[in-house]
């Protein structure tokens, strides 16, 4: 078997400075300017454009990794849509999460028609491997009923109805937000492609490090420490 091309070839800072720089803008809500300065102090000079060209390659790299590691997805799915407005024009980013908190996958799509949440949940059944959950939770977006009734594959799922104005379905609701903090920092979205590209990115680095439930201090490092293994491994950086 052929080895895999490096993909840190012919570019000017080691592998180790690239991904810490990409899990910087991905972990936290810097801007390209802020993680352009925080390794500057031990005297590693980045540039602004630097990190900028570099977060969209590497980040859709070290995502799709990180999906194909992650753990099966649960049998309770959570779908919504998120209105965000780019170029002037209203777009939603969909958005499933499992009964645990896990984010199963985002879409950015102009309409909230039955055939834009057909496209959806089609996207999350390869993500799934085709195994369709038991139960599906949406707000009152009669797009979802009429995306499910001409799915075969979903027949046998439940579908439960939530009031979205009473923030019922706190699962999704609360997966947004980390969502909308980066979109403020970053002043909207430049173009739809950076749209879809940032917080699907975004929501797998999300999902390796966010602490779901409460730990104790000694579980919270192990924890961490296997994360972080785990990050070295995506960026294919030696173990620490």
């Known amino acids: 078997m ?14 180790e400075v690239i991904a810490h720089a990409v899990q910087l803008y991905l972990r936290f809500a810097l801007s390209f300017r802020d993680v352009e300065e925080l390794p500057a102090d031990p005297g590693i000079v980045l540039s602004y454009e630097t990190v900028r060209r570099r977060v969209p390659k590497f980040g859709g790299q070290y995502a799709d990794e990180l999906r194909r590691r992650e753990s099966r997805p649960g049998r309770t799915w959570h779908l919504d849509e998120m209105a965000m407005r780019i170029g002037g024009r209203l777009h939603g980013l969909w958005r499933a999460v499992t009964e645990h908190g896990q984010t199963l996958d985002v879409l950015l799509q102009e309409h909230r028609d039955a055939a834009a949440a057909q496209r959806f949940v089609r996207r999350l059944l390869i993500v799934a491997d085709g195994a369709p959950p038991q139960r599906i939770t949406t707000d009152k977006l009669r797009s979802y009923a009429a995306a499910l009734e001409h799915m075969p594959e979903m027949q046998s799922v439940e579908h439960v109805h939530v009031r979205s104005a009473m923030r019922c379905d706190n699962r999704v609701e609360q997966a947004h937000q980390p969502a909308r903090v980066r979109e403020y920092v970053m002043r909207r979205f430049e173009s739809p492609l950076a749209a879809q590209r940032f917080p699907s990115a975004f929501a797998r680095v999300c999902n390796l490090f966010w602490s779901r439930h409460l730990l104790t201090a000694a579980e919270y490092r192990a924890t961490m420490r296997d994360r972080v293994t785990t990050w070295r491994g995506v960026a294919g950086l030696r173990a620490a």
């Open 2 to 15: 052929p080895e895999r091309p490096n993909p840190y070839h012919g570019h000017r800072f080691p592998r």
